[in-house]
């Protein structure tokens, strides 16, 4: 990993190290990763974000950024932070956070949004003000522009102690682009 952040730095000296990781995991490959006796379907645990595909990293559209300080500030709530996932490890009921992506190209891009979640979790992206929640389907970001969004998930029809894994999708068709967000929680009060 040390060695693939060192290339994508290369290809781009300006990114911070939030963006490299960001370009790393939101980029890596999901589909057909097994366990280390290479035929064992991966589970979500072992999978993470994927396997560190450096043939799309370093082309990424958008990344997300997170200061280190900031970090620390939400140690013992990290999923507050703009981290390239969604982990809530004591997940009472629900819950909606925000993210803040940046367009490191020269043109504007588009993505549209895909979502894969059991039927107990509900995952939504969009707009959230006040009480109010507007859903979006696609993501718009201007070049070398930012865009916050929310990410609402509904929980309260998982069994308590169990743990479930969704993703977000985004995909750019003129660019044949596909990135990805996990989400997982584990049900608690």
């Known amino acids: 990993i040390a060695g693939s952040a060192a290339l994508?730095?290369?290809?781009h000296p300006t990114w911070t190290p939030g963006q490299i990781?960001?370009?790393l995991m939101t980029s890596a490959l999901t589909a057909g990763v097994v366990k280390e006796d290479g035929v064992t379907p991966?589970?979500?645990?072992?999978?993470?974000?994927g396997r560190v595909d450096l043939t799309k990293a370093g082309s990424v559209?958008?990344?997300f950024d997170e200061s280190a300080d900031n970090y620390l500030l939400h140690q013992n709530d990290l999923w507050n932070?703009?981290?390239?996932?969604?982990?809530?490890?004591?997940?009472a009921g629900a819950l909606t956070v925000q993210r803040t992506v940046t367009n490191v190209t020269g043109e504007d891009v588009k993505y549209e949004i895909g979502i894969e979640a059991p039927a107990d979790l509900a995952v939504a992206v969009g707009r959230a003000n006040g009480n109010k929640f507007e859903v979006m389907k696609k993501l718009e970001v201007r070049k070398n522009g930012q865009e916050t969004f929310a990410i609402r998930v509904d929980a309260r029809f998982v069994p308590q102690g169990e743990t479930r894994h969704a993703t977000i999708w985004l995909y750019n068709k003129k660019n044949n682009e596909t990135l990805h967000f996990p989400v997982t929680i584990v049900r608690e009060e």
Do not use: F, H
């Open 8 to 11: 994508i730095k290369a290809l």
């Open 21 to 23: 990781r960001s370009a």
């Open 42 to 49: 991966a589970t979500p645990y072992d999978v993470g974000s």
């Open 61 to 63: 559209s958008l990344t």
């Open 81 to 91: 932070t703009n981290y390239p996932s969604l982990y809530v490890p004591v997940m």
